[in-house]
């Protein structure tokens, strides 16, 4: 497709588990984002890839939080020992290059039980 | 206190009205967006500013350097207007071109 792909969109886990959340961006962005956005309130930065590295990491709220970018395309967010309050709207965004609009995904909806 | 803040919070219209949403922010940007997000679904980009005035149909945004603030216009408002309305900002001074996002207003628009 053409726009930001993201699997699964819900995702339903129980407290402890461990998860992975897939973003597929447009097709040639170099830039890839993950937000969280809790009920209520607008998305968060968790972190930034420019390329295959995480240029900007800093918005991971702990060690238990994790991602990838392997080959540059494709992005994979990890949970460890999910907790209730990681319960939120995953989502990702891609651009272009750094600078200009981000596109995002429709988001992964993670409910730790 | 948040580096983008946006008012109202929500905001109910009658369908025709003419809308303003604005936001607030408190550090140097080198960008300001404009977001839409419907119930249940993705975000979707309006605008990109960093000086003066854009216009899409019938939305219209405008941007103040030296006061640090945004409003978003809706003219002859349409209940499929009614969604989320997020500022977010791209900070001037680092390296990266992360948002930073309002909290968003909720617009209803009525038949």
């Known amino acids: 497709g053409a726009g930001v792909s993201q699997t699964p969109s819900n995702k339903v886990t129980e407290k402890g588990k461990y998860v992975e959340l897939r973003c597929d961006p447009i097709s040639g962005h170099t830039a890839l984002y993950w937000y969280r956005q809790s009920l209520g309130q607008g998305p968060e930065f968790l972190i930034y890839f420019q390329g295959t590295g995480a240029a900007d990491d800093s918005g991971l709220p702990n060690d238990r939080f994790f991602a990838v970018r392997p080959e540059g395309s494709v992005s994979t967010l990890k949970i460890q020992r999910t907790e209730r309050g990681d319960s939120a709207v995953y989502l990702c965004?891609?651009?272009?290059?750094?600078?200009?609009?981000?596109?995002f995904g429709p988001g992964t909806r993670l409910t730790v039980l | 206190k948040n580096e983008v803040e946006q008012s109202p919070q929500n905001l109910t219209a009658q369908e025709g009205e003419f809308i303003t949403i604005n936001c607030s922010y408190s550090?140097?940007?080198?960008?300001l967006h404009w977001l839409q997000q419907h119930p249940g679904g993705g975000i979707v980009s309006l605008f990109m500013l960093s000086s003066g005035k854009k216009k899409h149909g019938r939305l219209i945004a405008t941007i103040n350097i030296q006061e640090k603030h945004s409003s978003l216009h809706i003219t002859a408002s349409h209940p499929r207007d009614s969604a989320v309305y997020i500022c977010a900002v791209t900070r001037g001074d680092s390296g990266t071109y992360k948002y930073i996002f309002g909290t968003g207003t909720r617009l209803k628009v009525l038949a």
């Open positions: 965004a891609s651009s272009r290059t750094g600078y200009g609009a981000q596109f």
């Open positions: 550090v140097g940007i080198s960008a």
